[in-house]
């Protein structure tokens, strides 16, 4: 079945950077578009970023542009997120998706505060 595992988040100071993986398991991963998602307390959870098969086209929120950058590697079935300039306002949990299956992961939370 579809596993998706989240990792890489935690506490980090405003300014700073982390990076999220998502080991993606039990469809084709290298003709799967994918995507982060974030989800803050008491808010809705919204779509970060996505990335075509093979990476040619990437969109972003507008609230992540410059800041957020998504990539994958269809030889290790991951997909990334890499954060920089990290604001209060991200701090959430943060999940990746394959658009075609209704599956969810554990998420990772973030958490950006000093």
């Known amino acids: 079945q579809v596993q998706l595992v989240e990792s890489g988040g935690g506490l980090v100071q405003p300014g700073g950077s982390l990076t999220l993986s998502c080991a993606a398991s039990?469809?084709?991963?290298?003709?799967?578009?994918m995507s982060w998602y974030r989800q803050a307390p008491g808010k809705e959870r919204e779509l970060v970023a996505s990335i075509s098969t093979f990476g040619a086209i990437r969109n972003y929120a507008d609230s992540v542009k410059g800041r957020f950058t998504i990539s994958r590697d269809n030889a290790k079935n991951t997909v990334y997120l890499q954060m920089n300039n990290l604001k209060p306002g991200d701090t959430a949990v943060y999940y990746c998706?394959?658009?075609?299956?209704?599956?969810w992961g554990q998420g990772t939370q973030v958490t950006v505060s000093s």
């Open positions: 039990g469809f084709t991963f290298r003709t799967s578009p």
């Open positions: 998706k394959n658009p075609s299956y209704d599956t």
